[in-house]
């Protein structure tokens, strides 16, 4: 059998391509670079000591900031309200590239390295099988009886040597959007995070003093410059992440309620997609009409549910995706984000198209608001109410 590996070069993935090697498999490794930190290197040497027939390294950056990364900030997706689905939106991406990848080298079948408690065997597995039904997905880790002393005497019986210490027994996953760390002392939810499991973000105590103000500007709602220079939505990304960490910004700390049904203690550091989700959500706050930011806004916790649970390539979260692409249209604007020791927050917006009209808002002398208008507005308004309260009184 041909299998395309969905291999990152760490101790799991390295046991499977040489198992799968060992039982006369020939195995594609294909790695994936979403903006994490580059192992390149180091994967494709211990790939090729594990007997892949191929590796092959994708980087898949510039396709996942436009188009996983743009519909999430349009859709201010945050999972239970906090989580910016940092893994979740990363898979899909992948699974397209696996399947690519099969198709390439004829394959029968695709293999992850996700376990049998976490969330990404269903986001691989039906990502997979939704583009392409006729290819097997095999999931090693969660079928095998390996533990990991077998694995790593497996690999060193094919001079692969990979280090792990009880000092640094945190399972991570990075990207351009974010790093994700659990495991270790991270699985008592009373102990609070210990500085060694953060690794973008500075402590917020030592973070500079002094604050800093940047404007990203937006065009349809995706970012398209940054304090007034032209500048690609993955060029804006990248600063802020390097900004925010810099400033101890974009830590998350939470229980969460994974789809197998189990809760899990997870580490969240995305400096760059906290302060863009918040961003976006000003302008649109400043140029959407009321009832559709209303509507958009119950859309978009069902549009993150969807990703979270592994049904991107769904028929409801492409319908959902149509919506907030016609809320989007003429989008434009600019927001103002100023850091400080642990914070990052919006001091300011403009917008050519804003909705917000000063001479109606304001409280000086420039009011152009009818205050007389408002006695017949709120009687009509309240009638329903004041009917229904006297019926109750009688």
Not at 11 to 26: I, K, N, Q, S
Request: charged letters at 25%; glycine letters at 8%.
């Amino acid at each position: 059998m041909k299998i395309v590996l969905a291999y990152s070069g760490g101790l799991d993935t390295t046991a499977v391509a040489a198992r799968y090697t060992d039982e006369g498999h020939e195995v594609v490794a294909v790695y994936g670079e979403l903006g994490q930190p580059s192992e390149r290197e180091r994967a494709a040497g211990r790939a090729e000591k594990a007997g892949v027939v191929a590796f092959e390294v994708l980087d898949l950056r510039a396709d996942f900031t436009d188009a996983y990364l743009g519909p999430a900030l349009t859709a201010n997706a945050m999972y239970e309200g906090r989580y910016p689905l940092v893994s979740a939106l990363s898979r899909p991406c992948i699974s397209a590239a696996l399947v690519e990848a099969a198709r390439r080298h004829g394959a029968d079948a695709v293999a992850h390295g996700c376990t049998g408690k976490g969330n990404d065997q269903v986001r691989f597995e039906v990502a997979v099988r939704a583009l392409a039904p006729d290819l097997d997905v095999l999931a090693p880790i969660r079928d095998w009886e390996m533990s990991r002393p077998e694995a790593l005497d497996l690999l060193a019986a094919k001079g692969i040597e990979i280090e792990l210490t009880k000092a640094s027994p945190y399972s991570i996953d990075e990207n351009v959007w974010g790093r994700s760390c659990e495991a270790g002392i991270l699985e008592d939810p009373w102990q609070a995070p210990p500085e060694e499991a953060y690794g973008w973000t500075a402590d917020p105590s030592s973070a500079p003093r002094d604050a800093v103000e940047v404007v990203v500007g937006f065009t349809d709602g995706i970012p398209s410059s940054l304090d007034t220079r032209d500048a690609s939505f993955l060029d804006v990304l990248v600063a802020l992440n390097e900004i925010g960490g810099r400033y101890g910004t974009g830590r998350l700390d939470m229980i969460e309620n994974r789809r197998v049904g189990i809760k899990s203690r997870e580490i969240y550091e995305a400096p760059g997609a906290l302060a863009l989700i918040d961003a976006h959500r000003h302008l649109e706050d400043l140029c959407l009409e009321r009832d559709l930011l209303h509507e958009k806004a119950r859309l978009e916790i069902r549009w993150a549910e969807l990703v979270y649970d592994g049904l991107w390539f769904s028929p409801l979260r492409e319908a959902v995706d149509a919506f907030f692409a016609t809320t989007q249209q003429g989008l434009t604007g600019e927001v103002r984000l100023r850091y400080s020791a642990g914070r990052c927050h919006v001091v300011g917006r403009r917008s050519p198209v804003s909705l917000y009209d000063e001479s109606l808002a304001t409280y000086t002398d420039a009011d152009s608001f009818t205050h007389a208008d408002a006695e017949g507005f709120v009687r009509i308004w309240g009638m329903p109410t004041v009917g229904w309260a006297q019926v109750k009184e009688r």
